[in-house]
């Protein structure tokens, strides 16, 4: 049976994590994307829940200091190499709506739950739960929430990604053909699909659209790396389009001064 995930990124703002979220994030970017089980659950489970999806970037951007070029760290790498594997792999299943055809939104809802809130649901295990080397999780959870490096990464870029936000992610609306035709994110084309205000073409249009991320994501990759090419504008906005149409607009819409915070 296929799993929904929140309609809403919560919260929007702040993005408060725990000691444990960051302890399990931060263990997952070192080294868990390259285990042949996890990148299978990530593909069942599109990636992680909004809140924890937004989470995994923080928690990159914050704490990962060391990098090449002119950056010097604070980057989405690992975000983006899996984000460029799930929107390559979603576009391809959108592209060819064949076996879900009786319920078209079918593909667009995870087929498995979101692996960090599964961790943090499970009994815990006995002795002291240590971070990644032996890294004190408290201590980085306090590096990571006042999101410094994410709310510079989400304002330098918004020029790039701002018009194809999802416009009722952002509260303009209902994402539909007619009103935002461009950039319907997955939780509201899903919405629009069941309310019949969206067909095949719009998921069509998806499938372009998620197809060119993923090469702007793999562009952007390459920037990063030793001797990797520059990236422009759009290549640089493009982990954050990646993860607004997973998980929803609405947090890095708030880092950018876009929106104001949620009660």
Known sequence: ?????????????????????????????????????????????????????????????????????????????DVSVLYEDLARGLGRRLAQPRGWRRRPDAVLVPGRRCLICTQLDSPPREGFAIGYANSNSAALAAEANPLRHSR??????????????????????????????????????????????ADDGDLAAAASRLTGVADRLAVFVESVTMFGPSAGPADEASWIEALGFFAGWRFPAFLAGLVAPEN
């Not at 009722?168 to 461009?182: K, T």
């Open 152 to 197: 510079r990464w989400c304002s330098l870029t918004a020029d790039a990604w701002a018009e194809l936000a999802c416009s009722a992610c952002l509260g303009d609306g209902p994402s539909s053909p007619a009103h935002d035709a461009a950039a319907p994110c997955r939780l509201h084309l899903a919405e629009a699909l069941r309310a019949g205000r």
């Open 1 to 77: 049976m296929a799993i929904r995930t929140a309609q809403a990124l919560l919260p929007a703002a702040p993005l408060r994590l725990t000691t444990e979220e960051v302890r399990l994030l931060w263990s997952f970017v070192h080294g868990a994307i390259q285990i042949p089980s996890m990148r299978a659950w990530m593909r069942e489970s599109l990636g992680f829940c909004p809140r924890h999806t937004w989470g995994y970037a923080v928690v990159e951007i914050e704490l990962w200091e060391a990098g090449v070029g002119d950056r010097a760290g604070h980057v989405p790498f």
